[in-house]
């Protein structure tokens, strides 16, 4: 059984400003998405960058067979959302973008303006896989990929850059923070028996900050010596599964010829038990055969299939 991740970008239907420029385009895309997807064949396949829910439905007529489909009704401003594409029914459980309650909100721009919740909503859902009940929460966090006044993608000066790469820092933090509430809620101090995943572009590496936030007590990750030794902080939990995935392959995106693992699958104390792969792109693949991609996305208006890779693991 399957369960993974995969940022499907720009994910629109032809003839609006960032999708597909025409039905060929688009076709093409919808063709490159769901020969992976099938490929994959996943229980349950968080999902990322959906600008139009008819768009998502496309895709899973494609795919042939029983998918269901469920969607945050928390876009940002470009209408790009998360979802889930499953084999089994899904129930919503929560679809937020706020803030805790005692964090602040933080700075965008130079103007003052503020974020008082996250860009793009947190979707969470239950399905029942034939081997038990699986909670799943899927986000994406605020990019890496900085935008300056304007719509433009380079700044105007390097103080400029700087200032900007901390407003999406501060947002990044924030929205990671707000996640690990949304996880605690699903948890419910249960981890040692609740099957819980948390997975989605979290525009940023295995060790940064804002990732780290999302797991919770520290000392326990996989390869270190304090995974094989249980304590109280099992029950609340979340192991990123990167270490699992082969070297070779522990990257989901190449950005200007550097390869990142960007894109991740947390699990609760009982899943990690039941996890025994984790990998990158299609297991039949020596490696993710990634574009490597630049500043503006434009450039890659009307590219079949992804940027991304998918990440996921095999359960038992």
């Known amino acids: 059984m399957l369960l993974g991740t995969w940022n499907l970008e720009n994910l629109y239907r032809p003839g609006g400003p960032y999708g597909p420029r025409d039905k060929a385009a688009y076709e093409a895309k919808l063709a490159a998405l769901a020969r992976v997807i099938g490929a994959l064949d996943p229980v349950l396949l968080g999902v990322q960058e959906v600008g139009d829910p008819d768009a998502l439905a496309d895709l899973a007529g494609l795919l042939g067979g029983d998918w269901h489909t469920a969607l945050s009704a928390h876009p940002d401003g470009r209408g790009i959302r998360v979802g889930f594409l499953g084999r089994t029914e899904l129930r919503v459980v929560a679809d937020t973008a706020g803030f805790p309650a005692e964090l602040r909100p933080v700075q965008s721009d130079d103007s003052g303006a503020v974020e008082a919740g996250a860009g793009r909503g947190f979707l969470a859902v239950t399905t029942d896989t034939g081997a038990g009940r699986l909670t799943v929460a899927v986000a994406h966090l605020k990019s890496k990929l900085l935008t300056y006044p304007g719509d433009r993608f380079f700044p105007h000066d390097e103080g400029e850059r700087a200032r900007y790469g901390a407003y999406a820092l501060f947002r990044r933090a924030a929205e990671a923070t707000a996640l690990r509430a949304l996880a605690d809620e699903l948890l419910a101090g249960e981890g040692r028996t609740r099957d819980v995943a948390v997975l989605g ?90 574009p490597s991609v630049g500043p503006d996305p434009a450039q890659r208006r009307d590219t079949p299939g992804s940027d991304h890779a998918p990440v996921w693991i095999r359960l038992a």
């Open 201 to 290: 572009d979290l525009n940023d590496e295995v060790l940064a900050a804002t990732t780290q936030i999302l797991l919770g007590p520290p000392g326990s990750e996989f390869g270190t010596t304090g995974y094989d030794r249980p304590d109280g902080g099992d029950a609340v939990r979340l192991w990123d599964v990167a270490p699992l995935i082969p070297v070779d392959r522990r990257y989901s995106r190449i950005d200007s010829g550097r390869r990142e693992l960007i894109d991740h699958v947390l699990v609760s104390h009982h899943l990690a038990q039941r996890v025994t792969e984790a990998g990158t792109g299609l297991p039949t693949d020596p490696a993710p055969r990634l």
